[in-house]
């Protein structure tokens, strides 16, 4: 069983992989094709783009994460902080690209509130705040989605660390709040997040969804450049988006060389900070004043969600009115038809893929409970869509589909989107069987309890919040999932993520904003749904009534 079910998890999620790496590296032989390629006007500055956006944004997103778990101090405020965090990380990347450019815009929902009383504005003034040349607007709207995740890596990391000795040590050694954490706790939180600050700056230096909305667009970045080039009618470029692919992932790799390299300087530098003998007593009152920033994190995105609601339902939304003037209903009944369609498809989609990463996720946990190793092989692989660039094997899968006659259904989709529900889904739900104590199906056995029976009273109860859990991060994860769907679904299969970047990318942002709109209020749903069940489960469980 154990054997059949390895089988199962790893074809699902390393057949596309394989396949798709494979058959890239054929079609990137071509000489020509990487001839196109570099003489591509642009191509460097595309490329430097993408670099920079990336390996900024993720810096700023890790000073922000570790700062957020910092300040939270105590193990229960970092279980809220994580509460904050899951609505953020549930926000699929175009929706909250589409929703901060409506929120940042010259005429966007931010200077609204502060016009004209504060700017003296009474017109949008004619600044360049989205898709800016240096590509500042992209590196914010990364670090404001990058940080929640690191954020939740972080406070699971504390498990492995004894935070609250460490600091209670730095503490009567006299050293101040900040500086305790800098120098005792966040050394060692830095090495249990190693692998997820891989797949994050592999993100933001491969990212297409968020780079639409936000990016600069003369030249764009590389990502969103190969993107095109795949999608256009111009047959001579699709050889060179072979090779573009095997440049980024050259690229991202030499990214990650050069973020590890920065990280063991960054050490360097940090022993010689901790060893200065300097107490930072002053580091409690700066605390203070820096507590603001992760707020400004969950702010910017409760802003961009309520921008594009503003967006999507005003006929009419003159500057500076902060509200729009009326609902335009016959927007809405306009959109009903492809947005109710294009939900539909994607609520379908979503429940397939909560069905196969969860079940298989727990299935495998299931067979690999006393196994450890076995279980950081899967995660290994199962975390490889995460840190290789999406351009790198999708193309080749799509092939693949192609072959197998599959391409276009729903069957293409759900695959590829189990391949990237998988990973979240298996962290979850793998970690939390894991932690089970061996000795309560033991227990149930001994009473009589069959294997399955054992199975069903005991671990799935104890289970239940991180199934749930995991469930509502899957969904969230299909429903965000655009490169993959257009793809796997040859532009046959229409999901909200789908539209919205259509209406993107062609400047119809009311468009956009109802579909964005729709793609970021699902997921929240979503996840709202599964922790008010999981804790109610939770209460039944201690004997609390309803």
């Known amino acids: 069983m154990k054997a059949v079910a390895l089988t199962i998890l790893l074809a699902v999620s390393g057949i596309p992989i394989l396949a798709g790496v494979g058959i890239t590296l054929v079609e990137a032989a071509d000489p020509a094709a990487w001839s196109t390629l570099l003489h591509f006007p642009g191509i460097g500055r595309s490329v430097a783009l993408s670099v920079w956006t990336g390996a900024a944004g993720t810096v700023l997103a890790l000073v922000l994460a570790h700062l957020t778990v910092a300040l939270a101090g105590t193990s229960t405020w970092a279980r809220r902080v994580e509460a904050l965090a899951l609505p953020v990380i549930a926000l699929p990347h175009l929706a909250l690209g589409i929703g901060l450019a409506l929120l940042l815009s010259p005429s966007g929902l931010l200077l609204r509130a502060l016009s004209p009383w504060a700017t003296g504005l009474h017109r949008p003034p004619d600044w360049l705040l989205v898709q800016d040349p240096l590509g500042l607007s992209l590196v914010l709207g990364l670090a404001v989605k990058e940080a929640p995740f690191l954020i939740l890596m972080l406070v699971g990391a504390r498990a492995q660390v004894p935070v609250t000795r460490l600091m209670l040590q730095s503490r009567s050694l006299g050293y101040g709040r900040l500086k305790a954490w800098w120098v005792s706790v966040a050394p060692l939180l830095q090495r249990q997040i190693r692998l997820p600050l891989a797949a994050a700056i592999v993100f933001g230096v491969t990212n297409v969804e968020m780079a639409i909305p936000l990016g600069p667009v003369s030249p764009p970045p590389f990502a969103v450049v190969l993107w095109q080039w795949f999608t256009t009618s111009r047959l001579e470029l699709r050889g060179a988006a072979f090779a573009g692919s095997i440049l980024l992932v050259v690229v991202a790799i030499g990214t990650l060389a050069v973020a590890m390299s920065a990280l063991r300087l960054a050490r ?206 899957a969904f969230s994860v299909s429903v965000a999932l655009y490169l993959p769907t257009l793809f796997a679904g040859a532009g046959r299969v229409a999901t909200v993520a789908t539209e919205a970047a259509s209406a993107a990318s062609s400047g119809n942002l009311r468009v956009a904003a109802v579909h964005g709109a729709a793609q970021a209020i699902a997921p929240l749903i979503a996840l709202g749904v599964a922790m008010l069940t999981g804790q109610s489960l939770f209460r039944n469980r201690q004997g609390v009534p309803r």
């Open 268 to 473: 360097r530098v940090h022993s010689h900070y901790a060893a200065s003998g300097r107490r930072g007593r002053s580091s409690t009152s700066i605390a203070r004043t820096l507590a603001i920033l992760p707020g400004l994190v969950l702010a910017l995105a409760s802003g961009a969600v309520a921008a594009l609601v503003c967006r999507g339902l005003s006929p009419m939304w003159r500057f500076p009115a902060v509200l729009p003037e009326a609902i335009d209903a016959s927007l809405i009944e306009r959109s009903a038809p492809s947005l109710g369609a294009a939900l539909g498809t994607t609520l379908a989609l979503g429940g397939i893929t909560v069905v196969l990463a969860v079940g298989l996720s727990l299935w495998v946990a299931e067979s690999l409970s006393r196994d450890s190793l076995w279980r950081r092989r899967v995660g290994v692989v199962l975390f490889a869509p995460l840190l290789l660039p999406q351009m790198a094997f999708l193309f080749g899968f799509q092939w693949l589909v192609v072959r197998l006659g599959i391409d276009g259904t729903w069957w293409a989709v759900g695959w590829e989107h189990a391949l990237f529900a998988l990973p979240y889904a298996w962290g979850i739900v793998a970690g939390a069987r894991s932690a089970l104590d061996s000795r309560l199906v033991v227990t149930a056995r001994t009473l009589g309890a069959g294997l399955l029976r054992a199975w069903w009273a005991v671990v799935v109860p104890l289970l239940s919040r991180s199934v749930l859990l995991a469930g509502a991060i």
